[in-house]
């Protein structure tokens, strides 16, 4: 069983990241980009039938497809919930293309939604972290990724500067990005390092922006997908994987389950990490990125730091990495914000990348993470040529 | 952080004399919980496999008995990482900075908790011991001290 070419994203919709959510709620910028992304495919609405959600952490609440379907007028033969975090995106991807395979639906939207705010109901964590995390003060994921960072410098030799050049790479990509939240001036290595530490080794352009905002991409079977005014782009390897939810039982704080997740995909794909004209990793901090990059298979394990500071991350760069900007320079909404890394990904493979457009695209790895290297999601994407 | 809605019986002053989040033992920390009450470091260990387990499990992740057993272990290990938060996760914690880490203990297991040093002195590596201190008089958190 496989889902290589099985299903192809026609459409996305995507609002820029802004702080203040002013009227806007989660469910009111869901709403906007799923209607954007319906007629981005050249679809309607009544051609949708089926439905992922993300749960925002600003509306956290039960039944949520149900609900979000009746107050858009959806009717779905398939609903439901991503709840893997960073990796909701890349999860509802090849969920999508898993139901149109299997028959139940032939056009999945996907949508996330997040305030960076709460709208008064507390989020519910688990009794677990509640337990055994919070009065340490492990409340935050930033301790969780400083924690990761300090062990990986430890191992490896990894370095500050090396962190930061991927803060620096991406924010170059930003600027060519009309939707990206920080795209209006160029950040540099000795910026970065300088600026305020906030967990030890972590600076503050180490780590992502909260931001409000949405993503939503249109997932369709192959007949739908074949009469798309855009070029279709296919799924074309999936791979997912977890070890662990509180990085403290990680069977290793430096070594992800991005390896297992990235073989599935790249196996199913029948391609390589050398074969890729793009990565979109999920960057809610830069050691993510770095630690992506090693357990994916592009640099030996613990040469992540050497390897980017010896490539250009840029879109004109020789591996072009979070072409959007990342998060970092993007904006993370939320439980949305992973999904901003697969709509820049049919995004550059539509030749839609404007100012940042990689030349001659046609493959695309992108990887979601969730909690801190908790749940990875990788997915292979292609345009056909 | 504090919680709105309490599973057991204390009284409500448990939570806002501290000020910060404390741990609401289920039937199966308590144990783990109660013995550091009396500055005794618990585990539970797989009559089956062996194998100590951190935190306190329904059964054993490793080789998923049910046979658990409580052990008193060393309280002794090593920084296996860590960080100095130099802001505040939440309102609660505002005494900053502090020393987040994953200790390694002796009989295996890895435990998040605090470092009670001063930072600088914190390193990968370090031998570590077990530093109870009693939050209130109901309940006692597992830190750890320089060896």
């Avoid at chain 1, 070419?5 to 990241?17: D, H």
């Avoid at chain 1, 072409?323 to 439980?335: C, E, I, K, N, R």
């Amino acid at each position: 069983m496989s889902l290589k070419r099985k299903a192809a994203a026609i459409g996305i919709g995507e609002v820029r990241p802004f702080r203040e959510p002013g009227d806007e709620t989660a469910l009111s910028l869901m709403a906007k980009v799923s209607a954007e992304a319906i007629a981005d495919a050249g679809l309607e609405k009544k051609d949708i039938d089926g439905v992922l959600n993300a749960v925002p952490f600003a509306d956290p609440a039960g039944f949520y497809p149900a609900s979000f379907c009746e107050m858009i007028g959806v009717e779905p033969r398939m609903l439901d919930i991503v709840d893997i975090g960073g990796a909701i995106g890349t999860g509802m991807f090849w969920r999508a293309a898993a139901a149109i395979d299997a028959g139940m639906c032939r056009a999945v939207l996907c949508v996330g939604g997040d305030l960076n705010r709460s709208s008064g109901m507390p989020f519910p964590w688990i009794s677990l972290e509640r337990e055994f995390e919070w009065p340490y003060g492990y409340i935050a994921p930033t301790l969780g990724y400083a924690m990761i960072a300090q062990r990986h410098m430890h191992e490896y030799g990894t370095t500050s500067e090396q962190l930061a050049k991927i803060a620096v790479d991406q924010r170059t990509n930003a600027l060519q990005n009309p939707l990206a939240r920080f795209n209006d001036r160029p950040l540099t290595i000795d910026e970065v390092m300088n600026s305020r530490v906030l967990a030890d080794p972590l600076h503050i352009f180490d780590i992502v922006s909260p931001q409000c905002g949405a993503s939503a991409f249109v997932v369709v079977s192959p007949e739908i997908a074949r009469r798309s005014k855009h070029p279709p782009v296919w799924l074309l390897g999936a791979g997912e994987a977890s070890d662990h939810s509180v990085i403290s039982y990680a069977p290793s704080v430096t070594t992800s389950c991005v390896k297992p997740a990235a073989e599935a995909a790249f196996k199913m794909a029948g391609v390589t990490p050398a074969d890729m004209d793009m990565v979109e990793p999920y960057d809610c901090f830069t050691i993510t990125v770095l630690v992506t990059l090693e357990d994916a298979g592009f640099c030996k394990k613990g040469q992540g730091g050497p390897f980017v500071m010896e490539h250009d991350l840029t879109y004109a760069g020789d591996l072009p990495c979070n072409t959007h900007g990342g998060q970092l320079s993007f904006g993370q909404a939320g439980f949305a914000g992973g999904m901003s890394h697969v709509t820049e990904g049919i995004r550059q493979l539509m030749g839609r990348g404007e100012g940042r457009q990689v030349k001659n695209a046609s493959l695309a790895y992108v990887n979601g993470n969730g909690g801190v290297m908790s749940e990875q999601c990788s997915i292979i994407l292609e345009r056909q040529s | 952080m504090s919680e709105s809605r309490r599973s057991d019986d204390r009284p409500a002053a448990f939570i806002s004399e501290y000020g910060k989040p404390l741990p609401h033992p289920s039937p199966i920390s308590r144990p783990f919980w109660e013995a550091a009450r009396r500055h005794e470091l618990t585990l539970q260990r797989c009559a089956a496999c062996g194998k100590f387990i951190y935190y306190p499990r329904p059964r054993c992740p490793h080789c998923f008995s049910d046979r658990l057993e409580w052990k008193p272990v060393s309280g002794r290990g090593t920084v296996y990482s860590y960080t100095v938060a130099r802001y505040s996760p939440t309102p609660a914690f505002k005494e900053l900075p502090f020393v987040l880490a994953i200790v390694e203990l002796e009989e295996g297991p890895r435990m998040t908790t605090n470092i009670v040093a001063p930072p600088e002195q914190v390193r990968i590596g370090m031998p570590v011991t077990v530093a109870f201190e009693d939050a209130t008089p109901e309940c006692t958190l597992v830190k750890f001290k320089p060896a």
